[in-house]
T-cell receptor
């Protein structure tokens, strides 16, 4: 599976949009982009995933560049409860899931 | 979404004892389950992959005789840490995937193991 690069930490003001970037320049054509988050001392929580089209669900939006070498997770109105470590993972659908270091997002009041 | 239940959430044991952690898929059948370990302030590290009815596949550096994995049914996988030592103290997390074709993994809430 392709490796990903994420900034180690980001801050966001409560109520504002949080935009979390992820680089995956070696992604192959059949690899999906997944986003999970982990709140302290809990298991990872699925957020969203996509192949090449932008995706939106009740939690977030996923914007994938046309060349698929990078993506952005958008939390439209961040709340304090969104403070967590966010992991961007690329993988082929049925393979195991391997986590990088992720981005520690801190939402501030 | 699908629910994965992990039990216990926290366990403290004496050095040399064995500890069993259970991972159950509550509303779906999981042909494959994964076990992870996470040390403080680090990311999740994949330990092993277990498929229902067959032997688990361990990642390099993970001792299969120390971390026994059993996946006897489509809804239950267990991880037994045998002869636990303080260095085995960690956060253990399981995840499960529905039958082939589903792309999402669902994660348990984790087990904090402390070995005294």
């Amino acid at each position: 599976d392709a490796k990903t690069t994420q900034p180690p930490s980001m801050d966001c003001a409560e109520g504002r949009a949080a935009n979390l970037p992820c680089n995956h320049s070696t992604i192959s054509g059949n690899e999906y982009v997944y986003w999970y988050r982990q709140i302290h001392s809990q298991g990872p929580q699925y957020i969203i995933h996509g192949l090449k089209n932008n995706e939106t669900n009740e939690m977030a939006s996923l914007i994938i560049t046309e060349d698929r070498k990078s993506s952005t997770l958008i939390l439209p109105h961040a709340t304090l409860r969104d403070t967590a470590v966010y992991y961007c993972i690329v993988r082929v659908g049925n393979n195991d899931m391997r986590f990088g270091a992720g981005t520690r997002l801190t939402v501030k009041p | 979404g699908a629910v994965v239940s992990q039990h216990p959430s926290r366990v403290i044991c004496k050095s040399g004892t064995s500890v069993k952690i259970e991972c159950r898929s509550l509303d779906f059948q999981a042909t494959t389950m994964f076990w992870y370990r996470q040390f403080p302030k680090q990311s999740l590290m994949l330990m092993a992959t277990s498929n229902e009815g067959s032997k688990a596949t361990y990642e390099q550096g993970v001792e299969k005789d120390k971390f026994l994995i059993n996946h006897a049914s489509l809804t239950l996988s267990t991880l037994t840490v045998t002869s636990a030592h303080p260095e085995d103290s960690s956060f253990y997390i399981c995840s499960a995937r529905e039958q082939a074709g589903n792309e999402k993994l669902f994660f348990g809430s984790g087990t904090q193991l402390s070995v005294l």
